[in-house]
């Protein structure tokens, strides 16, 4: 009874449409996203306004933001249960980021090891946007007094600054955010490249052998795992010395529902060859009705327009909500 009567908590996340997504987008996050839409009030967002932190080609950038909206349903996000929407269309985002910047530190900003690292990468570019990328993922996140946000180890760092920005706020001016977790999901779902097991599986990876993509074909998504780096002996089991065998059950497991453990145990005294070949058709099986609709979703321009223009509006309504709120805690004149 108890649960049927209490609000079911809040979800926020979202991805940068930074190209296909891969094996380790699906297993690592959207896989996660799509079993939390049951027992929670999710929004999921495409981050176009992160995206130009770094150079994008405008015509790319608006084709890969569609593109990213589309792999998300295909992969199973569901429409009907979750609010789905493009960052750029809630004006909010950007106008609470300004708010929130006023309550950053400089010092805070510094240390964040995404802008390090990514200011050693666009050395040439490093722009403001760049040092206040965090200020505007809290926005995006205490927009919609989110209470659990599933993101990838990389991320915890900006949950932490969202976590103390939106203290920060709620001490000098009262009781105005939900401060908000991070979400971590089941274990096991970092997935690493197949030919350089020791590097997280990513679509920057020079050699495309190393990454799949969900929507690669089953032929190809074969052939990858075919090729797919092991190591000399012939023991199929996890462990620190093999990051290649592990990485390949680990895929598995999540792609089964087992747990590494069993996936181990299922393979033992097994070869190499057949192995692969197993890991490889249990990932085309289950990513080959994700293909499929999303080649029937590429078709339906005017479904799609529908879902992202709705999405918008369901998002804009409760960010504005809270924008209302801060901009009176603040002292703006009301209007
Ligand atoms: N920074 C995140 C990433 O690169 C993307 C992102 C932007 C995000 N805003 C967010 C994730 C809010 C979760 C919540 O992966």
């Known amino acids: 009874m108890e649960q049927n009567i209490e609000k079911k908590k809040r979800i926020f996340s979202g991805m940068q449409p930074s190209g296909e997504l891969t094996l380790g987008n699906y297993l690592g996050a959207l896989k996660n996203w799509v079993g939390l839409q049951d027992d929670y009030e999710c ?8 995206a130009i932190t770094v150079r994008q080609d405008p015509a790319e950038l608006r084709k890969r933001s569609m593109e990213v909206l589309m792999q998300y349903i295909a992969c199973g996000v569901d429409p009907e249960k979750s ?6 269309h809630v004006p909010a985002h950007a106008e609470l980021a300004w708010i929130l910047s006023c309550n950053t530190q400089m010092g805070e ?77 089941k274990a096991g779902a970092r997935v690493m490249s197949l030919q350089s097991p020791e590097n997280k599986m990513s679509k ?14 089953e032929d ?4 990858k795992f075919k090729r797919a ?17 592990t990485n390949l059950l680990t895929i598995y497991a999540a792609v089964t529902g087992k747990t590494v453990e069993e996936a181990a145990a299922e393979f033992a005294g097994q070869g190499y060859g057949t192995f692969k070949m197993a890991v490889g058709e249990a990932v085309a099986a289950e990513l080959a009705p994700v293909r499929k609709r999303f080649e029937e979703l ?15 509006e369901i998002a804009g309504y409760l960010a504005a909500k809270t924008l209302r ?11």
């Open 43 to 50: 929004i999921y967002a495409i981050m176009n306004m992160h």
């Open 83 to 88: 609010v789905l929407f493009f960052q750029s």
């Open 109 to 185: 900003l510094s240390r964040m090891t995404q802008f390090k690292d990514k200011s050693q990468k666009h050395a040439d570019n490093i722009n403001a946007g760049l040092f206040t990328y965090p200020v505007l993922m809290a926005a995006d996140i205490l927009l919609y007094q989110a209470d659990l946000v599933p993101v990838g180890n990389d991320q915890l760092q900006h949950i932490e600054l969202t976590r103390d920005v939106a203290n920060r706020f709620n001490f000098h001016y009262g009781e105005t955010f939900t401060v908000p977790e991070p979400y971590i999901g």
């Open 204 to 217: 920057s990876d020079p050699n495309p052998n190393g990454y799949i993509w969900i929507l690669d074909s």
């Open 220 to 223: 190809v998504i074969i052939k």
């Open 229 to 245: 780096v092991t190591d000399s002996d012939t023991e199929i089991r996890p462990g620190a010395d093999k990051p290649g065998v």
């Open 298 to 312: 590429s078709k339906d321009k005017a479904y799609v327009e529908e879902i992202y223009q709705k999405g918008a």
């Open 325 to 335: 709120k801060v901009y009176k805690k603040v002292g703006f004149v009301a209007r």
